[in-house]
């Protein structure tokens, strides 16, 4: 009996080792390019996540040839490979590697959720009626082709969510005056309005005409906008996308770490390390997703202004 409690302990322990074997080493790698004038030779490093060339290594330390390669060589791995991997070993960041890979998906999902709901609530007030940002999340959620339990138990909590948000336009709203005082907010710098900041992205990126004090050019611009924000948020619903620690931006790290769940990360007391870790690990392979590093600080304020500070993660957030 104890023979067989021993080898099951060892099998499991093998199959959380792959967890992480998986995640850094299997796949194709990014290679850099290479200037130099003879020698390509590359080498994976585990730790960063990336592939180094050999010579560019060298060429940091020109005293190797003289004084011996080992003593660099050592001096590397101290203050490189062995602090990153002290304080977060491998085992500890195999512990949680799916899990975070899915709370980065999970604040990216939230906070896409809370811009939607501001599009599609401005739209409203300017008066527009019809609009393609405008959605049945019920019926849309039902898309979402998940993978993983931990995402389908999300999708499930979810609904209940969406089907409890209402939104009714005030009595007296008067659409003449939120036009006036959405012309005033164009004049603003720096505003902290997402739908705004979503439109001005949507220009750059694509190039057009922002005229944004006009409703018909504004609804073809956020027919653009919502039209690739919707296809982000599938794809992330579905698990099919890139998109593991967010390496561009510390925010959503600060969120989750913010959040409840970062006690079930810190079991071993270092969760903001493997976090780091697992973002950095996985830098070299994740799609930067430019428009979302640029409006996260936005949407931040925007939550962190108008919804209960219990919302901080959106109310989306729901691991």
């Known amino acids: 009996m104890a023979k067989l409690v021993l080898l099951f302990s060892l099998f499991i322990q093998a199959t959380m080792a792959m967890d992480y074997y998986e995640q850094t080493y299997v796949g194709e790698k990014t290679q850099p390019n290479y200037f130099g004038p003879a020698k390509p030779n590359t080498k994976y490093n585990e730790y960063k996540g990336k592939v180094e060339i050999l010579e560019e290594m060298e060429n940091q330390r020109p005293m190797t040839n003289k004084m011996g390669a080992d003593l660099f060589e050592l001096e590397h791995y101290l203050q490189n490979d062995f602090l990153t991997s002290s304080k977060c070993p491998n085992e500890s960041l195999n512990h949680h590697i799916h899990y975070m890979r899915y709370l980065y998906r999970l604040v990216m999902l939230s906070y896409a959720y809370e811009s939607f709901i501001h599009y599609s609530e401005t739209l409203k007030k300017m008066g527009v009626e019809d609009h393609s940002c405008y959605v049945d999340w019920k019926t ?15 999708l499930r909590r979810s609904h209940a969510v969406v089907e409890n948000y209402r939104f009714i336009l005030p009595q007296d709203h008067s659409f003449k005056k939120y036009q006036q005082t959405w012309n005033e907010q164009l004049k603003e710098r720096g505003n902290k309005n997402p739908t705004l900041a979503r ?7 694509n190039k057009v005409a922002c005229k944004l004090n006009n409703v018909e050019n504004m609804k073809k611009i956020m027919h653009g906008a919502c039209t690739q924000d919707w296809t982000f948020f599938k794809n992330v619903c579905s698990e099919n996308d890139l998109l593991f620690g967010m390496s561009k931006t510390k925010l959503p790290t600060d969120l989750i770490l913010s959040s409840n769940v970062a006690n079930v990360l810190n079991d071993q007391g270092n969760a903001k390390e493997c976090l780091d870790r697992f973002s950095k690990l996985n830098a070299e392979k994740e799609t930067s997703y430019a428009v979302w590093i640029k409006m996260l600080p936005t949407l931040y304020y925007y939550v962190k202004e108008n919804l209960p500070a219990r919302f901080l993660q959106g109310r989306l957030f729901l691991p």
């Open 140 to 154: 849309f959620l039902h898309q979402c082709q998940a993978n993983s339990e931990e995402m389908k138990k999300f």
């Open 199 to 205: 439109m001005r992205l949507y220009c750059e990126k």
